[in-house]
């Protein structure tokens, strides 16, 4: 899937004058500039979406470029199609779109961090996001552990942070069935701990962490623990409780 949106993402460039090469992207309009793929998705990912055919196929086609190039700009793009005044994007290909890629063995730093800054930190956006990329499928996920779907549920786990804490709390239960998923999980509190927008009640958080089965050596483990015990939510909110917790746990 991810090869042949590609593939056509690069027929796509090709029309607008631009060709990959050794070093990078060249464009009819200066051949002699060696382009970025981060230059590239710059100037043309926002294009995809005046291109003069339906929105799920230009959805589309702006993973296909994502696939290509993979650079956060053509998510941030995607993004702003969505809440444009054309948007918003056809929900079926927009979270298909996020899922399959979410899913693939190839590295997903790129659509990570989309969700985590572009719809996980919004919550205007965080319940549906999150529901869309794992919280409808968690039942799924752990009746057939599939090795993709295990990919997926860790990868969001991981970036759940900012997610509210009534939205994701019953996905981590639900996601500890697994064992497989349990760091993800922990990753997950942490970061609901860290993140500038993270969220969770520090009693609930306390009583999935417990349950965790993780090596005795877990980095961070004891110091989560300190502060969900003490009752902090957020290390913005809680100034020097880290730090106080590192110290007591040195």
């Known amino acids: 899937m991810e090869k042949r949106a590609g593939e056509a993402a690069r027929r796509w460039l090709a029309d607008q004058g631009v060709i990959q090469v050794r070093d990078g992207w060249v464009s009819d309009e200066k051949p002699d500039v060696v382009l970025t793929a ?43 199609a969505d809440d444009s005044e054309e948007g918003p994007l056809p929900a079926d290909a927009l979270w298909n779109g996020y899922r399959q890629r979410l899913e693939a063995e190839s590295d997903a730093e790129t659509v990570t961090y989309s969700l985590w800054v572009d719809w996980f930190e919004d919550h205007t956006t965080s319940d549906t996001a999150f529901a869309e990329v794992l919280g409808r499928d968690i039942e799924r996920v752990v009746a057939d552990r599939s090795e993709p779907l295990i990919r997926r549920a860790r990868r969001v786990l991981e970036c759940s942070g900012p997610v509210r804490w009534a939205v994701k709390e019953p996905t981590y239960r639900t996601a500890m069935r697994i064992p497989a998923l349990h760091h993800a999980v922990f990753r997950g509190l942490l970061t609901s701990f860290h993140d500038l927008y ?27 623990h300190h502060v969900l015990t003490a009752g902090h939510r957020n290390h913005y909110r809680s100034s020097g409780a880290w730090e106080t917790a590192v110290r007591s746990c040195f």
């Open 198 to 224: 993270g969220d969770l009640e520090p009693v609930a958080a306390l009583a999935l962490l417990d349950q965790l089965d993780l090596p005795t050596n877990t980095q961070h483990r004891a110091e989560l």
């Open 38 to 80: 981060g230059q590239v998705a710059h100037s043309y990912a926002a294009d995809v979406f005046a291109e003069d055919v339906g929105a799920a196929d230009q959805v589309q086609l702006a993973f296909g470029l994502l696939d290509l190039l993979d650079e956060y700009w053509v998510t941030y793009e995607i993004r702003i």
